[in-house]
């Protein structure tokens, strides 16, 4: 029933911005860090970026400077402002959380669908 629904994906020249949403939908007790992944073809899944519900940050060495991670608590919603895109951007970006579904409930790694961004030359 809880599901990570994302959006903002698409094609953009180098140089370029985006700007991704993922929203948590369903009914949950707590949501405690969520995050960016991204994922290349033939290539390992590596973390782009991750807030905390006090909202600490941390960034992969690549997008420092560049990528902004924020949270909306109130809308339970994630988002990553991507400026001055480089072709090695490109990938399927994730959305992830650490969700804790109930009180008596046990915390679960939830994944969104994930979504091509795309930097052309």
């Known amino acids: 029933q809880v599901q990570l629904v994302e959006s903002g994906g698409g094609l953009v020249q180098p140089g370029g911005s985006l700007r991704r949403s993922c929203a948590v939908e369903?009914?949950?007790?707590?949501?405690?860090?969520m995050g960016w992944y991204r994922q290349a073809p033939g290539k390992q899944r590596e973390l782009v970026a991750a807030?905390?519900?006090?909202?600490?940050?941390n960034y992969a060495d690549s997008v420092k400077g560049r990528f902004t991670i924020s949270r909306d608590n109130a809308k339970n919603t994630v988002y990553l402002q991507m400026h001055s895109l480089k072709p090695e951007d490109t990938a399927v970006y994730y959305c992830?959380?650490?969700?804790?579904?109930?009180?008596?409930?046990?915390?679960?790694?939830?994944w969104g669908q994930g979504t091509q961004v795309t930097v052309s030359s």
């Open positions: 807030i905390t519900s006090a909202g600490s940050t």
């Open positions: 369903g009914s949950i007790f707590m949501i405690f860090v």
């Open positions: 992830n959380a650490f969700i804790q579904i109930g009180a008596m409930s046990g915390i679960t790694d939830y």
